[in-house]
């Protein structure tokens, strides 16, 4: 049924029952919301009544046949008038106030205070009447509701003992305009005190007297009321606070000095509160020293015994104290006390008596005289040597150590001093010293004379200078006691130890001898002189063959060492082999043939060209194996050579021979093949100078080589065959008597040789024989020693050669070699035709 809504005052009723029925769709009086509709609803007929929103989200009870039933959405709510009617702090809110029995209740729908537009309503909606119903509607101006107050005690306060206090509940806010506060404070905890007005908005009053460094604190409660109601209480603390506490001071006395084992009294009198009225506690502890034991460690002034203390020493004991006011506790005091023992009597050293001693003998010092001077005390010992030749004692805090006195020269003597120093564990003595003789044995060296200053050679006729040094000063030194031969000491001076002499030699073919006859001088000591060694200065003849000599065998050295066999060819495949090469200064032959029992045969021959020297070089070698395995052969050879070398100045003629073991090794498994010999033997040479007869002299040789030899394969069948050879050779030529009776005397070459080879192995294959080509390049440095000199030299070659076999048992080498470059003063170049047949 479609009813027609309005909103109804409060005059317009209907009578319940008999009354008509209504179900109607309104707003609250003065309200415009679009969704604060409400609907109330009556029907008398069926004794049933309902308030609810229009959209029925939410209803009141429903009132059916004289009872309340509940009805399905619930109570209407405040919040959802406040949200749908922008009714705001609605209060004194009911809501379907209607229960029991139609007679019994005159009221359904909801009633409440609230604001809307700026101005506070009582609004009540719904169906009232108990023996006539109306619907109700009405709004009627109201009085706003009031704001609870806010007590506010004020801030916490820290304040003096004894002081005047003021609380402060200017805080406070009756929160609504136009209301007055009264005032009412509580003191809650802390000792009670009398507030100049409990109801005053900011009473004071005095606190309480808390003592020295206490503190106390007081609580209060502040409640306000606006004359409707009462606010929540608000709190505040006041701290009272006594005076601060001064800390005490401990004094625990003055420094004393005691008597070892003495009664000692500690003083803590000195010690102070700094505050009136309080007094002190005393804590004495021991900090350092022998321990002790007070009388009381808790007294203002305990006493205890001294420790005993060592003659002459001392000991510190400290102690510390601390007093306490009751409050807090002082900083420590310390106080020291000396023990002091009895005084110490200085003990003496004795180092004994002066000793005179043998030299390189045994000595013992003596200082069992030491005394420490007081009953009971021990010594200890320091000796130290302050003069003379250092010495080792046995023990150096030993009473009395021993020592091995200095060796000191035949008829010399030394002196040593020590010094002892004894110490009683509380001081040191003075020192004592002692002093002790070294004597020599008696002289008996006699002074010994050299001569130096000797030129090389002499020329028969020029003077020369000859110095004569003795051991030490001589006297009756004169010319009459230089023996001399083949020339006159035509000049004499000199003192002391040091004489020159004068020598002039009579014949350049013969040596002059100068000598120092003995016991011809007196030396300082009281001895007549050893004679001197005898000198010898060779004449010019002598000098020039020696040069030629020296000369000679630097030749025949390197002619040697190019001759050596190249022993790693015997673990190579073996055979018979002949070779032969020829250039413009120099020629070369080589002859070797391998035999199956281990015998094989070499011959080199070589001949060079240098200014107006020729030199021509014949070198044979027989050897036979030892012991053969496919990696290892020993073996012994034999070497017979033969030189001729002639110049413009002289001819020289050689043979020799060279005689030793020799090995070759190769590593299992590596193309590395090691090699090695040592060779001894001796020569015969003629050496004629130009316009001379011929001398003949010997040397014997040494002759040692150490050498190794890689193989690296390389692409298309190719092989890098590098290696090196070391050789070590020393001449030693004899002396002898030339043919004009003059000595020429003994010298020595000493040749170490480096050679470096790289040769490359390059096969080609033809239809009828193959071909082995073998270029190569080398380098050998030598280092000749002779005389004293030292010369250097070297030497870099390249070699093209190239194999053809010709059948399984033969084979045809041809090699071409030049050496010398980077060298201008000598150049060698040729060939070699080597022809092998394997038997």
């Not at 020592?403 to 002892?420: D, K, N, Y």
């Not at 070459?749 to 193959?770: M, R, S, Y």
């Not at 071409?816 to 060698?828: K, M, R």
Request: aromatic content about 8%; glycine content about 10%.
């Amino acid at each position: 049924m479609a009813l027609t809504l309005g909103v109804l005052s409060a005059t317009q009723a209907h009578a319940l029952g008999g009354g008509t029925f209504f179900d109607t769709v309104l707003k609250p009086v003065g309200v415009t919301e679009t969704n604060c509709n409400f609907n109330p609803y009556y029907d008398p007929g069926g004794s049933e009544a309902q308030v609810n929103f229009a959209n029925g989200s939410s209803g009141g009870n429903y009132w059916l046949g004289g009872s309340i039933q509940g009805w399905g959405p619930g109570d209407i709510l405040a919040s959802e008038i406040a949200t749908r009617c922008n009714i705001t702090g609605i209060t004194n809110y009911v809501s379907d106030g209607a229960n029991g029995t139609y007679a019994a209740d005159d009221f359904v729908g909801v009633s409440f205070t609230g604001q809307y537009g700026g101005q506070w309503y009582d609004y009540e909606i719904g169906v009232k009447g108990a023996t006539s119903t109306q619907l109700v509607n009405s709004r009627v101006a109201a009085t706003p509701p009031n704001t609870t107050p806010t007590a506010d005690a004020g801030s916490a306060q820290s304040v003096a003992s004894a002081s005047s206090v003021t609380l402060d509940g200017s805080g406070s806010d009756a929160n609504d305009v136009g209301q007055s506060l009264t005032y009412a404070w509580t003191q809650t905890a802390g000792t009670g005190v009398t507030l100049s007005d409990a109801t005053a908005q900011s009473p004071s009053f005095t606190a309480p007297t808390v003592a020295i460094g206490a503190s106390e604190l007081l609580t209060f409660q502040l409640i306000v009321n606006d004359g409707i109601e009462a606010s929540p209480a608000s709190t505040v603390t006041i701290t009272v606070n006594g005076a601060a506490n001064t800390t005490p001071t401990a004094d625990a006395g003055s420094a004393q000095s005691v008597a070892s084992a003495s009664s000692v009294t500690l003083d803590g009198s000195g010690s102070d509160a700094n505050d009136v009225g309080q007094s002190l506690t005393y804590a004495w502890t021991q900090t350092a020293g022998t321990g002790v034991t007070l009388s009381d460690a808790t007294a203002q002034s305990p006493s205890f015994t001294a420790p005993t203390v060592a003659i002459g020493a001392s000991e510190l004991l400290t102690f510390q104290l601390i007093v306490n006011d009751g409050i807090e506790a002082s900083a420590a005091s310390t106080v020291t006390i000396t023990v002091t023992g009895a005084a110490n009597t200085t003990p003496t050293a004795d180092a004994g008596s002066a000793q005179s001693v043998a030299s390189a003998s045994s000595v013992t010092l003596d200082g069992s005289g030491s005394d420490a001077n007081d009953v009971g005390q021990s010594l200890t010992y320091a000796w130290t040597q302050t003069a003379g030749t250092g010495v080792t004692l046995s023990d150096a805090t030993a009473q009395s150590p021993s020592f091995t006195a200095p060796t000191v020269a035949i008829g010399a003597s030394e002196l040593l001093t020590f010094q002892l120093i004894v110490n009683d564990g509380i001081e040191a003595s003075a020192a004592s010293t002692v002093t002790i003789t070294v004597n020599g044995a008696a002289n008996t060296v006699r002074p010994t004379v050299t001569l130096s200053g000797a030129p090389s050679y002499h020329d028969g006729n020029t003077p020369f200078m000859l110095t004569v040094v003795f051991s030490e000063a001589v006297t009756g030194f004169t010319a009459n006691d230089v023996s001399i031969q083949n020339a006159a000491v035509t000049g004499f001076s000199g003192s002391g130890d040091t004489y020159s002499l004068v020598i002039t030699p009579q014949d350049q073919n013969q040596a002059v001898t100068v000598w120092v006859q003995e016991d011809v001088a007196l030396g300082a000591s009281g001895n007549l002189n050893e004679a001197s060694a005898i000198i010898s200065i060779s004449g010019s003849s002598v000098a020039m063959s020696q040069e030629e000599i020296r000369e000679f065998m630097s030749y025949r050295a390197g002619l040697l060492v190019r001759a050596q066999p190249k022993l790693s060819r015997f673990l190579k495949p073996g055979g018979g082999s002949l070779s032969a090469s020829a250039t413009a200064t120099r020629g070369k032959i080589d002859f070797s043939t391998s035999y199956g029992a281990y015998v094989w045969a070499d011959g080199t021959a070589l001949w060079n060209q240098e200014g107006d020297d020729h030199q021509s070089y014949t070198h044979l070698t027989f050897g036979s194996h030892f012991l053969v395995s496919e990696d290892l052969i020993i073996g012994a050879m034999v070497q017979f050579d033969w030189t001729g070398s002639e110049s413009s100045a002289r001819d020289i003629e050689s043979t020799g021979y060279l005689i030793g073991p020799y090995f070759a090794a190769r590593l299992a498994n590596q193309p590395l093949v090691f090699t090695g010999s040592l060779l001894h033997g001796r020569t015969e040479n003629d050496l004629t100078l130009a316009g001379r007869p011929t001398d003949r002299f010997d040397s014997t040789r040494t002759l040692a080589t150490l050498g190794v030899e890689g193989s690296i394969a390389m692409a298309n069948g190719m092989t890098l065959v590098p290696s090196v050879d070391l050789l070590y050779l020393r001449d030693y030529q004899h002396a002898y008597t030339n043919s004009v009776g003059a000595v020429v005397p003994e010298q020595t070459l000493e040749q170490k040789t480096a050679h470096l080879g790289l040769d490359l192995e390059i096969p080609v294959t033809l239809n009828d024989f193959d071909i082995l080509l073998t270029p190569g390049i080398n380098a050998r440095f030598s280092d000749t020693g002779n005389g004293g000199t030292h010369t250097s030299s070297s030497s870099f070659g390249v070699e093209f050669g190239g194999l053809v076999t010709l059948s399984e048992r033969s084979s045809v080498s041809v090699d071409l070699f030049y050496d010398g470059i980077g060298d201008n003063a000598s150049e060698t170049w040729g060939g070699s035709l080597l022809y092998e047949l394997k038997f």
